[in-house]
C-alpha cells in the first residue's frame, strides 16, 4: 500500500498505525495538501487490516495550528471553485472518514493545537494531551468565529461557561486545562504522552474489534443524546442484534461461556484466547 506523503507522515507497527502532521516548519497548519493527503490516507488506512488502532499526532513541537492561513484562506480568497473543493475534503477527512473511522483512534495532542486542529482532536474516539499542550481558539483574534464544525464540537465537548469563554476571549488554555473541562480525555507529562498512548491502544488490541467497531457505531452514527429513551432503546436493541449475529453469537458462547468456564473475569479483562483476533 502506497502511503509515502509530503505533508504527514505514516508509520505502521504491530497493528498500531500513526499519522502524523509533518510540517514542523509551519506548525503543522493544514494546507490543501495536508487535506488531500489526510483523505487519501484514511481513507486507505479505513480498509487496512493491519491497522487494529489509529494514532494522530503531530511532528516536532506542535499538533497543529490550525488551518493554513496562508494557503488554505488567503490564497483562495478569490478562487471560491478550488476554495469550495477544498473546503469538501478538509470536511470530509475530519468528520465523515475519521469520526466514523471504523476501528479505535486517539489523538495524541504533542503541542499547539488551534481552531481547526479541534476538530481533528473531536473526532478521535479519545485523545490523550502533553500536560504542556497549547490549545487556543485564536479564531476572535483575526476577527472570525469558529467555523467549519470548530464551534459545534466545542459546544459538544467544553463545559458550556469554558467554551463561549475561550471562543469569545481566545485565551490559550494548556492539555490540563483541556482535561478539566471535557476537550480531552486525558492529559500527561509530555515525556509520557507516546508511552500512555500506546499503552492505551494496546489495552485496545486487546478487545474484541467487531464489539469495539459496535461501540463506536452506537455513540457516533446517531446522536445518542438526542434520542429519547425509548428510540435509544430501540436503537440498542438493534445494534446489539446486529453484532450478534457479525460475531455469529460469540459474545455469549465465548465472551460468557469463558467466565462460567472460570477462564477470565470480564470485571477486569478482555477475554483470553479471542483477544482481537476476530474480524
Ligand atoms: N497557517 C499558516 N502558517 C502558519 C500557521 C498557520 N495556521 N501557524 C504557523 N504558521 C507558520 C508561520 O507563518 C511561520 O512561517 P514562516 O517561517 O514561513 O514565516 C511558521 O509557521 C512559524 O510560525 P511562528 O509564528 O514563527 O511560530 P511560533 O512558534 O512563534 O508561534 C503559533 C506558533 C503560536 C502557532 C503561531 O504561529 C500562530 O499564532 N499561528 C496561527 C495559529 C492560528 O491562529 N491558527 C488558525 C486557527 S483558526 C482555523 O483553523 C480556522
Same mark, same amino acid.
Request: with cysteine; glycine share 8%.
Given at each position: *500500500?502506497?502511503l509515502?506523503?509530503?505533508?504527514?507522515?505514516?508509520?505502521?507497527?504491530?497493528g498500531?498505525? $500513526?499519522v502524523a502532521?509533518n510540517?514542523p516548519? =509551519?506548525?503543522?497548519? *493544514?494546507s490543501? $495538501?495536508?487535506h488531500?493527503? *489526510?483523505y /487519501?490516507?484514511?481513507t486507505?488506512?479505513?480498509? /487496512? /487490516?493491519e491497522?487494529e488502532?489509529?494514532l494522530? $499526532?503531530?511532528r516536532?513541537?506542535s499538533f497543529?495550528?490550525g488551518?493554513?492561513?496562508?494557503?488554505?484562506?488567503?490564497?483562495?480568497?478569490?478562487?471560491?471553485?478550488e476554495r469550495?473543493a477544498?473546503?469538501?475534503?478538509?470536511?470530509?477527512w475530519r468528520?465523515?472518514?475519521?469520526?466514523?473511522?471504523?476501528?479505535?483512534t486517539?489523538?495524541v495532542?504533542?503541542g499547539?493545537c488551534?481552531?481547526?486542529?479541534?476538530t481533528a482532536?473531536?473526532?478521535c474516539?479519545?485523545?490523550?494531551?502533553?500536560?504542556?499542550?497549547?490549545?487556543?481558539?485564536?479564531?476572535?483574534?483575526?476577527?472570525n468565529?469558529?467555523?467549519?464544525?470548530?464551534? !459545534?464540537v466545542?459546544a459538544e465537548?467544553m463545559l458550556?461557561?469554558?467554551a463561549?469563554?475561550?471562543?469569545l476571549t481566545?485565551?490559550q488554555? /494548556?492539555g #490540563?486545562r483541556?482535561?478539566e473541562i471535557?476537550?480531552?480525555t486525558m492529559?500527561?507529562?509530555r515525556?509520557?504522552?507516546m508511552?500512555?498512548?500506546l499503552?492505551v491502544? #494496546?489495552?485496545?488490541?486487546?478487545? @474484541?474489534k467487531?464489539?469495539l !467497531?459496535?461501540? =463506536?457505531?452506537?455513540?457516533k452514527?446517531? @446522536?445518542? #443524546?438526542?434520542?429519547?429513551?425509548?428510540a435509544?432503546y430501540h436503537?440498542?436493541?438493534? =445494534?446489539?442484534?446486529q453484532?450478534?449475529y #457479525?460475531?455469529?453469537?460469540?459474545?455469549?458462547?465465548?465472551?460468557i461461556g =469463558?467466565?462460567l468456564?472460570?477462564?477470565y473475569?470480564p470485571?477486569?479483562?478482555? *477475554?483470553p484466547s479471542?483477544?482481537?483476533a476476530?474480524?
Amino acid at each position: *500500500m502506497e502511503l509515502n506523503y509530503q505533508t504527514i507522515a505514516v508509520e505502521r507497527q504491530a497493528g498500531i498505525t $500513526t499519522v502524523a502532521f509533518n510540517r514542523p516548519e =509551519k506548525r503543522n497548519a *493544514m494546507s490543501p $495538501t495536508l487535506h488531500r493527503e *489526510m483523505y /487519501d490516507a484514511l481513507t486507505k488506512l479505513a480498509a /487496512d /487490516d493491519e491497522t487494529e488502532v489509529l494514532l494522530l $499526532t503531530g511532528r516536532g513541537e506542535s499538533f497543529s495550528a490550525g488551518q493554513d492561513l496562508k494557503e488554505y484562506f488567503y490564497e483562495l480568497k478569490d478562487s471560491p471553485k478550488e476554495r469550495e473543493a477544498i473546503r469538501y475534503v478538509s470536511h470530509a477527512w475530519r468528520h465523515q472518514i475519521l469520526y466514523h473511522f471504523p476501528k479505535p483512534t486517539i489523538a495524541v495532542v504533542n503541542g499547539w493545537c488551534f481552531g481547526g486542529a479541534f476538530t481533528a482532536v473531536a473526532s478521535c474516539d479519545i485523545a490523550i494531551a502533553a500536560e504542556e499542550a497549547i490549545f487556543g481558539l485564536s479564531e476572535i483574534n483575526f476577527g472570525n468565529i469558529p467555523g467549519g464544525l470548530v464551534s !459545534r464540537v466545542v459546544a459538544e465537548l467544553m463545559l458550556p461557561r469554558q467554551a463561549l469563554y475561550y471562543v469569545l476571549t481566545g485565551d490559550q488554555f /494548556d492539555g #490540563r486545562r483541556a482535561a478539566e473541562i471535557g476537550l480531552v480525555t486525558m492529559a500527561v507529562p509530555r515525556a509520557e504522552l507516546m508511552d500512555k498512548a500506546l499503552e492505551v491502544a #494496546r489495552k485496545l488490541q486487546a478487545k @474484541d474489534k467487531l464489539a469495539l !467497531r459496535a461501540c =463506536k457505531e452506537v455513540f457516533k452514527q446517531v @446522536d445518542l #443524546r438526542g434520542l429519547d429513551f425509548e428510540a435509544a432503546y430501540h436503537w440498542l436493541s438493534a =445494534k446489539g442484534d446486529q453484532l450478534t449475529y #457479525r460475531q455469529k453469537g460469540a459474545w455469549i458462547e465465548q465472551g460468557i461461556g =469463558k467466565f462460567l468456564n472460570k477462564e477470565y473475569r470480564p470485571g477486569v479483562e478482555a *477475554m483470553p484466547s479471542e483477544r482481537g483476533a476476530r474480524e
